[in-house]
Structure formats: structure tokens, C-alpha cells
């Protein structure tokens, strides 16, 4: 019978758990990008032929972040670039050069640049213009208390210094009737009640005030005839501004419907209030999405980050 070198197998064995444990250790994650896992060895790809000090391998790192967080933008975008959206820039590109559209193919022919390859780098560069404007918008981020606290500070310098610019807008007062739907009370019952409920109302059979206070679902509104008060529009959710922008004072509204349910509306009254807090809010604003963008411009792939969920590993 043959003799088992148990020796060699033993040495063997050490062997193969060694270059084991040394795959293991190449392979060690390193960090995750939106769950998506970073190997060493993906690490040490990037680092190529650099010196392997903390500062390259940090740089190498933000590398391979930076590649998967495009990469998941392109993905996520949704974006796709047709051949009628490529022809319109390659003829763009003909007529501020003064060419026709053949002329400019003569060209890429005379220069030794491939047709095709040409398109396809025209249709790159409008896939990754689209991503870019997406990741530079998601990226905008202001708060309202960041808002209140530049605008009130700009208010107060402005008072300050004498330069305060007053600012007015229309206030509408407004009265109205809600009928709320239930299972009793679908939206075809809802709007037929209330259009009836508007003729008795123009024919004199009843006050807007009373059948507010009989029929209205509003009942703090209700108990004041329907009395809103005055407020600007913007008060109000955007169906129900704009009906009161579009309704003539003195005039009852056709039934309409918002999130809350149905209503009919009177403007009763207007006058004109002060804006001036308001406007200086709104400056706040857009001087912060204006810093925003601008930052986010100067490098869209770092505007990627703030909303990764990155996570590093040692």
C-alpha cells in the first residue's frame, strides 16, 4: 500500500488557508454606496501604479464612489437619448459652423472621424447633461427655518441702513359653503346640492349666511356665515386660490371641488396688504437655492453625495 505523506498534505493545507485568508483580506469590503458593496481589490484598481500612502488610497476610494453614484444616477434617471434629438445638434452644430448638414459629414469624413462614434458622443454628452440637472436638482436642500432666519436678517439690515422696500399684494375677503363627501353623499349629489343650494341664494329664497350656517361642513366658517376673513391666495391649497383669484366680487362661484370637498365661494371684499415680510422671505429664498445650485454646478458628481447613504469600513 502506498504511504501517505501526511506532511506534505499538512503543509498543503496551510497553504491553502493562507492564500484563503489573503483572497479573504483583498476582498474585505471597504464601504457601501447605497447598499452597494466596495471591495479592496475594486480599491486597489484604482490606486494603479500610485504610491499606496492613506492619502491615495482616500483618493482611489472617492473614486470608485464617485463611479457608482454616476453610474446609479444614469440608471435611475430614466433618461434616453433619441436619433431625431442627436440630428437636431449635429445640425445645430452645422449651422454655427456655416455648413449644411452634408458639408459637416464631408468634414468628419476629411478629419478621419467615425460617423457613428461621433453620434454616439453627442448622444453621451446629452445622457449625462440630463443626469447632471437631475442630481443638481435633487441636491437642492433648504429649510424653512433657514429661510425665515436669512430673511429676517435681511429685513432687519434693510431697515436698518433705510433702504426697506415696502411691498403690498391683494387680500381677498371670502365667505363660503363645504359639503363634505360621505357614503351618503357622493360628488354628483355633493355638486347638485350646492348648485341648488347657489340658486336659492340668487333667486333671494335664502342669505349665503344662512345657508352657510344650515348646510356648511365648515362649522367654524359656518357659524360666521361662511366668513374666511381676509388672506392672500397663497393661504389657501391652489384649486381653492385660484377660484378666488378668478371670481368676481360680489359674484358666487360655481360648485368646484378641492381636497376637502365642495364648495361654492363669494369675494366679498379686497383690499391691500403687506407683503413686505413676505418679500423679503422669498429673497431669502432664492439667494439660498441660487448658492445651492451654484455649488452643486461646480461639481454635480460631489451633489450626488448628499443623498447617498454612504458607509465606510476599517
Known sequence: MKRVNFKAILIGLVGFFAVSANVLAVERVVATVNGNPILESQVRAALGKKANTEA????????VIDDILVNQAIKDSGVSVSNAQVDRVMEDIAARNGLTYGQLLDVLDYQGINYHQYRQQIANQLLMSEVRNQAIGKSIDVTREE?????QKLLDQAKAQGKEK???????????????????????QAKAQLTQI??????KKTTFADAALAYSKDYLSGANGGNLGFAFPETYVPTFAKMVQ????????????????????????????????DAYMQKAYQQLVNQQLHEASQDWVKALRKTANIKYFK
Request: glycine share 6%; no cysteine; proline share 3%.
Open 56 to 63: 491615495n488610497r482616500e483618493a482611489a476610494l472617492n473614486t
Open 166 to 188: 415696502k411691498v403690498t399684494g391683494t387680500e381677498y375677503q371670502v365667505r363660503h359653503i363645504l359639503l363634505k363627501l360621505n357614503p351618503l353623499l357622493n360628488d354628483a
Open 147 to 151: 429661510v425665515q432666519e436669512l430673511g
Open 246 to 277: 378668478s371670481t368676481k366680487k360680489g359674484t358666487i362661484s360655481a360648485p368646484f371641488k378641492t381636497e376637502f370637498g365642495w364648495h361654492i365661494l363669494e369675494v366679498t371684499d379686497t383690499r391691500q396688504g403687506d407683503r413686505t415680510r
Open 198 to 203: 347657489r340658486a336659492d341664494i340668487l333667486a
